[in-house]
């Protein structure tokens, strides 16, 4: 599996990061650090693409093109995540 999707990251006036991926709808999650935020956006995709192929549903293409509802956060952040299997470790 490798798949690209813009996601969306906010910081939170208490700290960390929530993170949302507006082409896969529902696909949420967060992070108290910048990096770990990204390590669970990834993880959350990757998860989220499992079940659709588990389930034979249609994987969503990216949506390059996001808008950002700041809401109370001061900072958002758009990066464009590419999400590969893991590689095994012998």
Do not use: F, W
């Amino acid at each position: 599996m490798e798949a690209t999707y813009t996601v969306v990251l906010m910081r939170e006036n208490d700290g960390g990061y929530s993170v949302s991926v507006p082409a896969l709808k529902g696909c949420h999650t967060q992070g108290e650090t910048l990096a770990e935020a990204l390590l669970m956006a990834e993880e959350a995709i990757r998860l989220y693409v499992e079940v659709l192929e588990e389930d034979a549903k249609p994987i969503p293409p990216d949506e390059p093109n996001v808008s950002v509802n700041m809401r109370e956060a001061t900072e958002a952040l758009v990066y464009r995540l590419t999400v590969r299997e893991p590689t095994a470790v012998a």
